[in-house]
């Protein structure tokens, strides 16, 4: 039987996890750390491809606009307070 070539499939994974952080931008104490994780496993990928290309761009935007929420929420609960 011949050996099958074991698939890298870290760019699927990524771009998966990328699009689903950027999708639930309101909730971001989940869409933050999924966003870490798609950039953890972009960075697991061996070979760069269009798709984890991709997982790369939206990786950093859902860490960003994640962040720059979770920003408003703290700085929201923080006025609230005085």
């Known amino acids: 039987m011949a050996k099958r070539k074991q698939n890298d499939n870290w760019d699927v994974i990524s771009l998966g996890l990328a699009i689903f952080s950027c999708l639930i931008w309101f909730m971001p ?5 999924i ?6 496993c972009y960075n697991r990928q061996k070979k ?3 798709a984890a290309k991709a997982a790369r761009i939206l990786g950093v935007l859902g860490i960003v606009i994640n962040s720059i929420v979770l920003l408003g929420i703290v ?3 923080a006025a609230s307070l005085f």
């Open 29 to 33: 104490y989940f869409g933050l750390p």
């Open 75 to 77: 700085l929201f609960i």
């Open 35 to 40: 966003a870490i994780a798609s950039r953890i």
């Open 48 to 50: 760069i491809t269009p």
